[in-house]
C-alpha cells in the first residue's frame, strides 16, 4: 500500500523540519535551547504529524474523530508550505556558501538565520492563511458554448454544473448554502453535479438531514441530477491513500443514495433522460469505481448508440477521459469535475500532467468540454493557486429555430 511505504519518507520530512525549527529558535535566543523547550517542540511536532494518523484510527462520526480530521487536514496544507519554504532557504543558502568567498562574521550569520527564520515564518504563515479563506470563498465561471442543432423547445440553456463537494469533515452546512445561493442567484434550467458528492464515509457528515434540506432548496427548471465519483464510495482513506482488500468491489453506502434522492437530486447510473423532449442528459459512473449495479462501464459508441444524434447530447461524467472517443461518438457537451485544479500549488501545475483537459474548457472536434475545480476539498483544507467553484454553462442552440 501506497501509504504505508510513503510513512518513512513522511517520518524523514518530520525530522528535517523540526531540526530546522529547534536550529532557529536556538538562533532567535538562548531561552530557547533549554531541554524543556525542546522536548515541548519535538512533542507538537509527533502531535500535529501524527494528527492524520490519529484521526484514522477513531472511530467514524465521534467528535474527538472530527476535531482530529480538522487538525490533519489543515496540518496537511501547513506541512506542504513549510517544506517548500525551507528547502527553498536552504537550497539558497548552500548556494550563497558556495558562491561567496568571504565567510560572514558569526553575529552576522546568526542575525541573518534569524532574519530567514521570520521571513519564513511569515511567508507560511501567510500562504496557509490565505489558502484557508480562499477555500471558503466559491466562486461562479461562466461559459459561453454553441450546438449547432436544433434545440427542440429550446433556443438556449442554462446549464450549473457543481462537482466535487465532498461532503464530510471538511465541507459541511456553511459550504452549502452558500453554494445554493449562488446557484439560486443564476436562475438555472439545469443544475448537474458531477460525482464526488461524499467525502467516502457517509458518517462524516456531521448534520445529514440539515444538509438534505439546504439541498432540497436549489431552484432549476428542469431539475438537479448528478453522477457517482471516485470517493462516493464507502472506504477508509489516509492523507489520500485508500485501503483496499484484494478483489473488494467499491460501493456506494446505501444512505448516500438514499440521501439523494430525499435530497431531490436525480442519480443516473449508466442512465439517460430524455428533458422536456429537446435534449439527452446521460450519467456515468466512475470509470475505477463504477458502484452498486454496474461492473463495467459503457464506451462513448455504446452509450450514444440508442440515442436520437439529431438531438444534443449532454455527458456527465466524474473524470474528463475518453474526451475523443466522447468527440467520435457524437456527444455535444461533456461536464466533468474529479481534477480539483491540483487545489493547492504546485498542485495546479502537476496536475496539467495528468490530463489533457486538467480544468477549464476544451474543445475536441464537435465537442465541448468543460472541467470544473470544484466546490468541496480534499485533503489540505486549503486553496492556493485555485479556486472553489460552479460553473455557468450558457448554451446556445444554433440549428433549425425552435419550436412553437
Given at each position: 500500500m501506497a501509504a504505508v511505504c510513503l510513512i518513512p519518507v513522511y517520518a524523514l520530512l518530520l525530522v528535517y523540519l523540526a531540526r530546522w525549527s529547534l536550529k532557529w529558535l536556538s538562533v532567535c535566543s538562548l531561552r530557547f535551547?533549554?531541554?524543556?523547550?525542546?522536548?515541548?517542540?519535538?512533542?507538537?511536532?509527533?502531535?500535529?504529524?501524527?494528527s492524520p494518523g490519529i484521526a484514522f484510527l477513531l472511530p467514524a462520526g465521534t467528535g474527538i474523530r472530527r476535531i482530529m480530521e480538522y487538525i490533519g487536514n489543515y496540518w496537511l496544507g501547513i506541512i506542504l508550505y513549510m517544506a517548500i519554504v525551507v528547502a527553498v532557504?536552504?537550497?539558497?543558502?548552500?548556494?550563497?556558501?558556495?558562491f561567496r568567498k568571504r565567510t560572514p562574521q558569526s553575529v552576522h550569520l546568526r542575525r541573518n538565520r534569524m532574519l530567514a527564520g521570520v521571513l519564513g515564518l511569515v511567508l507560511i504563515a501567510g500562504i496557509s492563511g490565505y489558502g484557508m479563506v480562499n477555500a471558503a470563498i466559491i466562486r461562479t465561471t461562466p461559459y459561453q458554448v454553441s450546438i449547432p442543432k436544433d434545440g427542440g423547445k429550446l433556443s438556449s440553456l442554462k446549464i450549473v454544473l457543481a462537482a466535487d463537494l465532498?461532503?464530510?469533515?471538511?465541507?459541511?452546512?456553511?459550504?452549502?448554502?452558500?453554494?445554493?445561493?449562488?446557484?439560486?442567484?443564476?436562475?438555472?434550467?439545469?443544475v448537474v453535479i458531477a460525482g464526488d458528492v461524499f467525502d467516502n464515509d457517509y458518517e462524516a457528515m456531521d448534520d445529514p438531514e440539515a444538509l438534505i434540506?439546504?439541498?432540497?432548496?436549489?431552484?432549476?427548471?428542469?431539475?438537479?441530477?448528478?453522477?457517482?465519483?471516485?470517493?462516493?464510495?464507502?472506504?477508509?482513506?489516509?492523507?489520500?491513500?485508500?485501503?483496499?482488500?484484494?478483489?473488494?468491489?467499491?460501493?456506494?453506502?446505501p444512505r448516500m443514495d438514499s440521501f439523494l434522492e430525499r435530497a431531490g437530486i436525480r442519480l443516473l447510473k449508466e442512465e439517460w433522460e430524455?428533458?422536456?423532449?429537446?435534449?439527452?442528459?446521460?450519467?456515468?459512473?466512475?470509470?475505477?469505481?463504477p458502484g452498486r449495479g454496474v461492473e463495467v462501464r459503457k464506451t462513448p459508441a455504446e452509450l450514444t448508440a440508442g440515442l436520437d444524434a439529431e438531438k444534443t447530447i449532454v455527458v456527465l461524467d466524474h473524470e474528463p477521459r475518453e474526451l475523443q472517443e466522447l468527440a467520435d461518438a457524437g456527444v455535444d457537451l461533456d461536464l466533468c469535475g474529479h481534477t480539483h485544479n491540483g487545489q493547492?500549488?504546485?498542485?495546479?501545475?502537476?496536475?496539467?500532467?495528468?490530463?489533457?483537459?486538467?480544468?477549464?474548457?476544451?474543445q475536441k472536434d464537435g465537442?465541448?468540454?468543460?472541467?470544473?475545480?470544484g466546490v468541496g476539498l480534499f485533503g489540505p483544507n486549503m486553496r492556493v493557486a485555485t479556486v472553489p467553484e460552479i460553473c455557468i454553462v450558457n448554451v446556445n442552440f444554433s440549428g433549425s429555430p425552435p419550436q412553437k
Open positions: 535551547t533549554g531541554k524543556g523547550v525542546k522536548i515541548l517542540v519535538i512533542v507538537l511536532w509527533i502531535f500535529f504529524g501524527a532557504f536552504d537550497l539558497v543558502r548552500v548556494l550563497w556558501k558556495h465532498h461532503l464530510g469533515y471538511s465541507v459541511g452546512k456553511t459550504q452549502m448554502r452558500q453554494m445554493v445561493e449562488k446557484i439560486n442567484r443564476e436562475s438555472p434550467d439545469l434540506s439546504i439541498l432540497q432548496g436549489i431552484q432549476s427548471k428542469y431539475g438537479v441530477y448528478a453522477c457517482y465519483g471516485n470517493h462516493d464510495v464507502s472506504e477508509k482513506i489516509l492523507a489520500g491513500f485508500t485501503f483496499d482488500r484484494a478483489g473488494e468491489k467499491k460501493e456506494s453506502d430524455l428533458i422536456d423532449g429537446s435534449f439527452y442528459l446521460y450519467g456515468r459512473p466512475d470509470q475505477e469505481r493547492v500549488f504546485p498542485g495546479n501545475l502537476l496536475i496539467r500532467l495528468f490530463w489533457e483537459n486538467a480544468c477549464g474548457y476544451m465537442m465541448h468540454n468543460i472541467v470544473t475545480s
